[in-house]
């Protein structure tokens, strides 16, 4: 063979397996970059966060978003100022990326913070290979081109601060491995500070306890603190606040009419919390075994087979000013006794209308008893027995415990802070009144709302919730320890002191949920409380 053959096998070879090499040699370089370990955003979020929304799918969860039937009657919920600016520019974020969006980039959270509005919120983003010049060529594109960028350094690292049309201004910080913004510069430099200090949520033992154990696995997730929330309308004098929990996680799922979030609760401290007093409670099985009036739009059912720890969480609850605290005490701690004595395993309470739409809503409370005739034979030595009242007239000229009407005998008890604990409605009176009917104890504040109780009751006029919630009810189990069901808009219509029961984030964002029902559930497993909550669209 020739010299100069060889030489050119020879080349040709060395070429070959140069470019063979290279191949190799980049494939794997790129495997590896975008195999990387992606960001943990949750470095980034500050430890003040009361909420995170953690997003698998971006471009899914709008795509399941836009097709809920709410969506399509352009109901649209405006809770995150960020989310629905998002919203508006995924698809051109999509359109300049011809692969999509990256695995980095698809995966987001929002974290939310005190005081609770729509701007108080910061959304974070991975970024995977190319990322950053993608964002920096949408940034340019919608935001840059238009108005002038002002650049801001805090410890050292560079903040953007964009004018948008709307007049808000939108800081951003932006490195090679992740994005932040945020309506709130100082938001942002609170991400900057949880970075650098490495004291972010992710080393918040209590939030990473719940974290670490995720079970739930959907397009979206919700964490939620549930230490401190406020309850009731925004114009409500009392400020009500409820201790549900701590940490809590929420799988997000929707479909034509409902969104559901499936909840789970790990937290095992020892405070006094909603959740904590419903782990001492036996559960319940079925979803109502009385009737309720045809008009109410509120009710809850409840396992109470612990009266102690139910007292010992209410008690904590905001009571009605009196001039003579000790005399109300007094009465508490009486009917504490009695219904620890007599009072049964459940308690059912209802708001319904009056016939007279223009009057406040009726509520009774029905408590199941273990022995109703003894029951009765207490309640009344216990109220005729009851010391002298130094603020009730009645109590002073001659008073009458019982009166009957329309054949029903009313117990007209001593004034108390119980039905307030235990509905959330409280009343300037603190009068009780109460009737045995049916094999129950029914109390209410007003005894015309007991008397249009048994009144629908005997007439037949009476819900059938099965049907008016039944989209509600087919995700709920048969067997737990609390439950509600509201129809939103009627709740957000009736005065501040029958609606501490519901929390403030929903009357903030009525005009969204008064198109909904409201149903929710907590049950209890070994410890582990689930609540589950279920949206259900009222269509149009």
Request: proline letters at 4%; glycine letters at 4%.
């Amino acid at each position: 063979m020739k010299l100069r053959t060889v030489m050119k096998i020879a080349v040709t070879t060395s070429i070959v397996l140069f470019c063979t090499a290279l191949v190799v040699y980049l494939f794997f370089k790129l495997s590896a970059i975008e195999n990387r370990e992606e960001f943990n955003l949750y470095k980034l979020v500050p430890t003040d966060a009361t909420a995170v929304l953690e997003i698998d799918d971006v471009g899914s969860l709008i795509e399941d978003i836009d097709e809920l039937d709410c969506s399509k009657d352009h109901h649209f919920l405006y809770i995150s100022k960020l989310f629905s600016l998002l919203k508006t520019h995924i698809y051109a974020l999509q359109s300049e990326s011809p692969h999509g969006l990256s695995r980095q980039m698809n995966k987001m959270l929002i974290s939310f913070h005190e005081p609770d509005n729509d701007k108080n919120q910061v959304l974070y983003c991975g970024l995977g290979v190319g990322d950053y010049s993608l964002v920096e060529k949408l940034i340019q594109k919608y935001f840059s081109s238009v108005f002038s960028t002002k650049l801001s350094s805090y410890k050292g690292e560079e903040i953007r601060i964009y004018p948008m049309p709307d007049g808000n201004f939108l800081a951003c910080y932006l490195t090679s491995r992740f994005v932040a913004v945020s309506f709130q510069k100082r938001l942002i430099e609170q991400v900057i500070d949880a970075s650098l200090s490495k004291r972010s949520l992710f080393k918040d033992p209590s939030f990473r306890s719940v974290h670490k154990e995720k079970r739930l696995n959907g397009l979206a997730t919700v964490y939620a603190r549930m230490q401190s929330l406020d309850m009731g309308k925004m114009t409500d004098g009392v400020h009500s606040k409820a201790s549900l929990g701590g940490w809590t996680e929420f799988d997000v799922k929707m479909g034509g009419r409902t969104i559901y979030f499936t909840g789970i609760s790990h937290d095992t401290d020892t405070c006094l919390t909603f959740m904590n007093m419903l782990r001492k409670q036996q559960p319940i099985e079925g979803f109502l075994s009385e009737p309720l009036p045809i008009t109410t739009f509120f009710f809850s059912h409840r396992s109470i087979s612990d009266w102690q720890a139910v007292f010992d969480f209410t008690s904590d609850q905001q009571r009605v000013t009196t001039a003579h605290p000790s005399y109300i005490e007094e009465r508490d701690a009486e009917l504490i006794r009695y219904l620890k004595e007599n009072g049964g395993i459940e308690v059912t309470t209802c708001l319904f209308e009056h016939k007279d739409s223009v009057s406040a809503p009726a509520i009774v409370m029905s408590l199941s008893t273990n022995d109703v005739s003894k029951a009765e034979l207490v309640l009344k030595h216990l109220i005729e027995t009851s010391p002298e009242d130094p603020d009730d007239i009645l109590w002073k000229g001659g008073r009458k415990s019982a009166v009957w009407l329309q054949n029903q005998l009313i117990y007209r008890m001593p004034r108390n802070t119980l039905f307030a604990q235990l509905t959330g409605v409280s009343v300037t009176e603190s009068h009780t009144y109460a009737c045995f009917y049916a094999g129950r104890l029914l109390l209410a504040p007003d005894p015309a709302d007991l008397l249009l109780y048994m009144d629908c009751v005997e007439k037949g006029e009476v819900l059938n919730y099965t049907v008016a919630y039944n989209d509600g009810i087919s995700g709920l189990s048969n067997m737990y320890h609390f439950m509600l069901f509201s129809d939103l808009e009627k709740v957000f219509a009736q005065p501040e002191n029958y609606v501490r029961l519901i929390p403030s984030f929903f009357f903030r964002n009525a005009a969204f949920f008064r198109h909904f029902k409201l149903a929710a559930q907590f049950t209890c497993t070994d410890g582990v409380v689930s609540p589950n909550v279920v949206l259900l669209y009222k269509q149009q």
